[in-house]
């Protein structure tokens, strides 16, 4: 991917996904930290390095503790990130290096699926790579099998066309930005200078 990707990545994606450095569970009840990066089954939590308050690092029987306060309480993936954080057995954290690094070796690790799914991929503009990265990040490196006008007009190059058929549904809250966001992207790739690697788009004025 372009130098413009992971430079830009955190100023994009936090505000529609958030960065919480603690376990908690999504909607579906399955157990994430960080910018959303599943840690579902136990064992992907266990490789992880936590800290306890005070940078203390925290065993990995701590850790399943904590995983599984979360895990086993219903009310987590209802109430949020807040509640699940409250739990007093819940209280590992990452530091912000290690959250970064998370963060970043799963845009790296999505990036590889895109290099073999488009051989051209290095070659795409800028614009046109992170709005693919968006999508991957909200529904997986393999969402293109259930987006097929999508998947085709973006293969050809038609950036306008995968403009209109990339919405993700259904959209409820930060997925309507999402959405207005990607969209904005792919028409910004159609109109692209020579220079793939220079990205258009601009962070919205807050």
Known sequence: MHQAI???WFAFNTPLEGDVPRLYAD????????MGILVDPMPAALAIDWELPGGIPAS???VARAWRAVKNDPKCAKLGWKYAAGLPENNVRLSPETSRRLVLDKLESNDLRM??????WND???DAQLAIHSMAWAMGPMFFKKFPKFTAA????DYETASDQCAISP???TIVERNARNSQLLLNAAHHGPNPEVLLWE????
């Open 27 to 34: 909607v579906k009840g399955l157990i994430t930290c960080s």
């Open 171 to 173: 959209a409820y809250v």
């Open 154 to 157: 973006f293969t050809r190059g």
């Open 115 to 120: 290099r073999i799914r488009f051989p051209d």
């Open 124 to 126: 795409r503009p800028a």
């Open 6 to 8: 992971p430079d830009i």
């Open 203 to 206: 962070l919205p004025v807050t």
């Open 60 to 62: 990995k029987d701590v």
